[in-house]
């Protein structure tokens, strides 16, 4: 069987072994696919990204268009971009996210504005966007919004798109975490943002080892993402070399980025989408067993979905209730004693050197933010992992706090 030497998925999670945080649920679907696509010839963005982005796309569903790049990063940067987010404009979004959330609007000279998250949700505030943008130093300076679906949970899309239908902003979903969820029976990707951005990071609920899809019906966004995530230059790869209409001749029409899928991510990107309700299921099912586990425990369990919503369970994260008995720092440092893998998300940005630093922020600032950081731990939830591991993580966790 292939193994890649050293690979986290190699390793034996079983019942004395490891039980790492999150490991990748690779089949020989997604190997077969690969070995086809190298057998081919064609390993970079070719039949197989335009394959994955029409799945994606009819997955999406509701005239949505895919466009498949090389991380959910790229795509974040590139849809901004495509918004006309440029040099001093300014960009709303939460705090309580992986900086790739921030970083890119940096990237386009413009500046995030920090929101503070709903304690309930952990998701960014409409009600205090919506003050921002009425009171708000900066608010004539606002272009976008990136709400950020944490964890896999929907974020209240109506009142934040109604916001900013209000302020003429547009809004960039980063939907990172959230294949597949649901917000009001619709698939996030479907609500009328002008762009979602999905991750296919090693750790995601779906995988290409590293990549991204935009997904956006807006014909202009779509095609400015496609002429920018390869160089600028008007037509990608495949059209420029692909045997039935051999053509030398290209042009580049701007500056563009190098940020295109290849086709052996997509190879495995076209297997995971095939699993991806199936995976849903046995996430929900580990979700509902911690929930149930947990229930007399002092811990604050994950935020569940509204009715009509769908939690996509990227994510299983409790907050440590403060009668709990134990910093959460040593409490992660106990699971690991006991051969559990666990993480924190996330470290809010602020709290960061260079956005503390850039924007003179202060602990305090965001003090929802701070308040979850302070107690989250992200428990160990994939679907690779056995009952038996489930029950060994939930024994640690009665141990530590019982
Ligand atoms: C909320 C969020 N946004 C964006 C990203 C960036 O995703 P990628 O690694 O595909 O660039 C991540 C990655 O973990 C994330 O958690």
């Known amino acids: 069987m292939f193994r890649v030497e050293g690979s986290p998925a190699g390793r034996a999670a079983g019942a004395e072994g490891f039980i ?4 990748p649920d690779i089949g020989e679907e997604e190997i077969e696919e690969v070995v086809s696509a190298l057998r081919s010839g064609w390993i970079t963005t070719g039949p197989r990204t335009r394959q994955f982005e029409g799945q994606f796309a009819s997955f999406i569903g509701g005239g949505a268009q895919a466009i498949a790049v090389n991380s959910a990063t790229s795509g974040l940067h590139l849809a901004l971009e495509a918004a006309g987010v440029g040099p001093g404009d300014s960009v709303i979004t939460t705090p309580y996210t992986f900086t790739a959330t921030a970083e890119v609007i940096r990237y386009l000279g413009a500046d995030p504005v920090f929101i503070d998250i709903e304690p309930a949700t952990l998701n960014l505030d409409p009600a205090r966007v919506g003050e921002y943008l009425a009171r708000g130093s900066r608010r004539n300076s606002v272009r976008a919004i990136i709400p950020v679906h944490f964890g896999g949970l929907p974020c209240e899309m109506d009142e934040i798109l109604r916001i900013a239908g209000r302020h003429g902003l547009k809004v960039i ?15 996030i990707g479907c609500l009328g943002s002008d762009a979602a951005v999905y991750s296919f990071y090693a750790t995601k609920t779906i995988t290409a080892g590293e990549g991204g899809m935009i997904v956006t019906r ?3 966004m779509a095609a400015r993402c496609r002429v920018m995530r390869l160089h600028g230059i008007s037509r990608d790869a495949f059209d420029r070399y692909r045997a039935e209409t051999p053509s030398w001749r290209y042009e580049v029409v701007a500056p ?6 290849g086709d052996l991510a997509a190879s495995i990107g076209i297997r995971q989408l095939e699993k991806v309700w199936r ?8 979700a ?4 149930e586990a947990f229930g007399d425990l002092p811990v604050v369990l994950p935020p569940r979905a509204r009715l009509g919503d769908v939690h996509a369970w990227h994510l299983y994260v409790i907050r440590l209730a403060d009668g709990a008995g134990v910093h959460r720092d040593r409490f992660i440092e106990m699971m690991a004693e006991k051969g559990i893998g666990c993480s924190v998300h996330f470290i809010p940005l602020h709290l960061h050197p260079y956005w503390r630093g ?30 038996d591991d489930q029950e060994r993580v939930i024994r640690a966790v009665g141990d530590i706090l019982k």
Do not use: C
Request: positive net charge; charged residues 20%.
């Open 279 to 286: 995976f849903h299921r046995i996430r929900s099912k580990m």
């Open 20 to 23: 790492p945080f999150a490991l």
């Open 256 to 261: 563009g980025f190098k940020y295109n899928m």
């Open 173 to 187: 979903e980063d939907a990172a975490h959230a294949i597949p969820a649901l917000y009001r029976n619709a698939l």
């Open 288 to 291: 509902a067993r911690y929930n």
């Open 218 to 220: 807006d014909p202009a």
């Open 358 to 387: 850039k924007y003179g922020l202060q602990p305090g600032d965001f003090p929802n933010a701070l308040h979850a950081y302070e107690r989250a731990v992200s428990l160990p939830m994939y679907t690779k992992m056995t009952a």
